[in-house]
């Protein structure tokens, strides 16, 4: 089937990361910004980790931004709202200073644009657990520009998070696609593969390969950003 739309996840494909450190340095900051707010950190974190399984099980009737708030709220109280400038603000400042818990590679851009000049569609289907700011700065921190993607997806233009499908199917209605000309490309077996229960076709990076059943994955197309060009342009010269 020819491809016309690739979509791209983020964390771990096109930004290398291991998720434990980028996450355990992220809290850290955080932490440390809202500490003179009362909030202890290991409350904190718990408190985001319950607004996060909230977003997780969110069933489409709020954006994944209100099901987080909600849930962090019935933790921390109703003073969680007027704490949320102070939170926007570590996402648009402080959270520039995780780009030291993540890794770079160039090939990840050279992708994208190898794979924008073969003449297919391009978006960013990151798990939408972000705001915008702090998706933004990744973005960039993985070399491209948000200008580079026609969608990306953050918590407040989502309904759904991976491994929903549903997830998928927003998505492709955002960008008035079929589930049949889309290739999702991304390194998590089971939440970027899962794109292919919905008719997409899937190309798994295995560069910060996730595999919590330890599937088999030659069930997938798989490799690195070298492969993946191979399989949507075909053989061509990369450099």
């Known amino acids: 089937m020819k491809i016309k739309m690739v979509l791209f996840d983020l964390d771990g494909t096109l930004l290398p990361m291991d ?22 950190p290991k409350a904190l974190v718990d408190g985001v980790w319950a607004g996060t399984a909230a977003m997780v099980a969110n069933d489409g009737s709020c954006t994944n931004e209100e099901a987080f708030w909600k849930r962090f709220a019935s933790i921390f109280g109703e003073r969680v ?10 996402y648009r400042v402080d ?18 644009a190898r794979i ?10 990151t798990n939408p657990l972000f705001p915008s700011f702090a ?4 973005i960039r921190w993985a070399g491209l520009e948000p200008e580079d993607f026609e969608l990306y997806t953050t918590y ?6 991976k491994p929903n499908p549903d997830y998928y199917r927003e998505v492709i209605e955002a960008l008035g696609v079929r589930a049949e000309d889309c290739l999702m490309v991304g390194n998590d077996a089971d939440e970027d593969m ?6 997409m ?23 690195g950003f070298a492969e993946l060009v191979k399989f949507v342009c075909g053989p061509m010269r990369y450099r």
């Open 19 to 40: 998720q434990d450190a980028f996450t355990k340095g992220y809290f850290k900051l955080l932490a440390a910004k809202v500490a003179h707010r009362g909030y202890e």
């Open 201 to 223: 076709q899937v190309f798994l990076l295995t560069d910060c390969l996730i595999n919590r059943k330890e599937r088999d994955i030659s069930a997938w197309p798989h490799g």
């Open 135 to 138: 998706t933004e700065s990744r």
């Open 116 to 125: 924008r000049e073969h003449g297919c569609r391009v978006a960013l289907a």
């Open 95 to 112: 959270f520039q200073q995780a780009r030291a818990f993540c890794g770079y590679n160039p090939d990840a851009a050279w992708a994208v």
């Open 194 to 199: 899962i794109a292919e229960t919905i008719g």
């Open 81 to 90: 709202y007027a704490d949320k400038p102070l939170f926007d603000e570590f």
């Open 156 to 161: 407040e233009n989502s309904r759904h998070c």
